[in-house]
């Protein structure tokens, strides 16, 4: 079920001012908001169980989803070395300033935005947490060697049947008992809670559709988001219908064929890095690609993969840039 949104305390607009901002300097000195009985704690991921027996204090990031969640609340200083892209554009300046005292291990990723490290580069940094897998460092590889790890939950075999904003706060509150800070965790849901309820339309008329695609740069496979990923709550949201809402799976190949005869009037397209004309030429170079509503009204919108996917308060940076761009979806 999902929760109501709730009213958002004058204090709390003190705590989380936006998605990614830090939390204040006496907030992560105090060290949490709680006593030191919290643990041990245990929360679960993609179907284990994971045990904390303190505070990690040597947290490697393997991928960037992470990064809003751990600055709102204040333990980007727990990160002790990153991997992976992390673009600008996500993050205010003291996000980005944290971010930029962290080490990083290695940037290399496959076309579609993988990582590529080795284990030993990770293992060698001597973590208590990893954030994020990846296909040659699974959880069971991490266990071996004790080393706990914690992924989002989309991002998980399973992934999620019902994808909506209930899964950034769920996971905010994850966050929170694994670091020991349930009252900023709270602060930052709250904030979260009353901006989603400022952004989301209430218009019942006539919408346009829009598709959410992951175009393979150079040529390649093209990927569209269905009902089981973030991408559908994000179009409801901001007014427009999704062109593959009847496709009951995250992300799936599309062809272009399909894509014609889906014919949607907004194309959101993601990428990882990189040069964002290079992502509309993927997709207006593809045969018959001229005859899509999005493409001959010129309704392309480039957006860096974390603003839809995976839940994350990024997506609520997402759906903002969405509603600026096209305005009221009707």
Known sequence: MRRPLIALAATTSLLAVSACGLATESQSAEGGSSDSDAYPVTVENCGAEVTFDAEPERVVLLKSAAVPYLSALGVLDRVTARAGEYPRDYYDDATWSALEDIPALTGKTDTSGHLLISKEVVIDQEPDLVLGEVDNLSRATLDGVGIPLVEEPAMCAEGLDDPGFDDVYDQMETYGKVFDRPDEAAAANAALEQRVAELSTDDAGRRRTAAVLYPT??????????????????????????????????????????????????????????????????????????????????????LLFNYVEPPTPLALDGLEQIRERFGDAS
């Open 217 to 302: 740069v150079g040529g390649g496979v093209t990927y569209a988001y269905g009902t089981r990923s973030m991408a559908a709550p994000i179009l409801e949201a901001a007014g427009f219908d999704n062109a593959f809402g009847d496709t009951d799976e995250r992300v799936f190949e599309v062809t272009p064929e399909e894509l014609i005869g889906r014919d949607p009037d907004v194309l959101i397209l993601l990428y990882s890095a990189g040069d964002p004309a290079k992502v509309a030429d993927a997709v207006t170079t593809l045969p018959g690609a001229q005859s899509i509503s999005a493409v001959r009204d010129d309704n392309l919108m480039p």
